[in-house]
């Protein structure tokens, strides 16, 4: 089976640097996925990684470990637009087009 | 503009009566996806459909029927709404076995309530 443990909620502040982890247990591994998604919004996708590592992208950074089934996403110099839940969610290992998703973390930043 | 759209955007509706929600992308994405998001759940896939013509199950397929007769359109029906199925519904698309980054686009949701 597969199963993807990430905080419910976090806070911070205007400027400052967080980071979400992710854990996961999963019979195969095909990837790793970060989504952003406001209240009542549609997902949008953040970032991928197959491979271990880090992976940056402007003020968002994403981090692998395989071996230790382990994600994090980093956040820099934190906006107001950035309280929104992030999801995690890996690729099933049967169907790589498959998402199996986390319950999401909720991140309120504040000035 | 690339997108994926769904209507309607919210829907009141009486347990049984049957419902659609439509799901188009524009795209020509090969995979798409019907998801539901519940507090405390995160989404869960319902169904997908990898090409024309293939659909099966997700992880909460009981009470959801699909179809995917043309490749941007994947409609979502509701035989027999019960109160159990009142959620957030998500379409999402995907380029499918040529795609270089795996990345779903998600429509804008459904917000469906059944009372």
């Known amino acids: 089976g597969q199963n993807i443990d990430q905080p419910t909620e976090m806070t911070a502040t205007e400027g400052a640097i967080v980071q979400i982890n992710c854990t996961y247990q999963t019979s195969g591994f095909n990837g790793l996925f970060w989504y952003q998604q406001h209240a009542g919004e549609a997902p949008t996708f953040l970032s991928y990684?197959?491979?271990?590592g880090l992976e940056e992208k402007g003020r968002f950074s994403s981090f692998l470990s395989r071996s230790k089934g382990y994600s994090y996403l980093l956040l820099k110099e934190l906006q107001m637009k950035d309280s929104a839940s992030y999801l995690c969610a890996v690729s099933a290992p049967y169907n790589t087009d498959k998402l199996i998703f986390g319950t999401g973390t909720r991140l309120q930043v504040f000035p | 503009e690339a997108q994926v759209t769904q209507n309607p955007r919210y829907l009141i509706t009486v347990t049984g009566k049957k419902l659609t929600v439509t799901c188009s992308q524009n795209?020509?994405?090969?995979?798409m996806s019907w998801y539901r998001q519940d507090p405390g759940l995160g989404l869960r896939q319902i169904y997908y459909?990898?090409?024309?013509?293939?659909?099966d199950k997700g992880d909460v397929p009981e009470g959801y029927k699909v179809s995917r007769k043309e490749k941007r359109n994947f409609p979502l029906i509701l035989e027999s709404p019960s109160p159990n199925q009142t959620s957030l519904y998500f379409c999402?698309?995907?380029?499918?076995?040529?795609?270089?980054?795996?990345?779903?686009?998600f429509g804008p949701g459904t917000r469906l309530t059944v009372t």
């Open positions: 999402a698309s995907s380029s499918g076995m040529d795609r270089r980054t795996y990345e779903q686009y």
């Open positions: 795209m020509n994405h090969e995979y």
């Open positions: 459909s990898m090409n024309v013509e293939v659909t």
């Open positions: 990684n197959v491979l271990d």
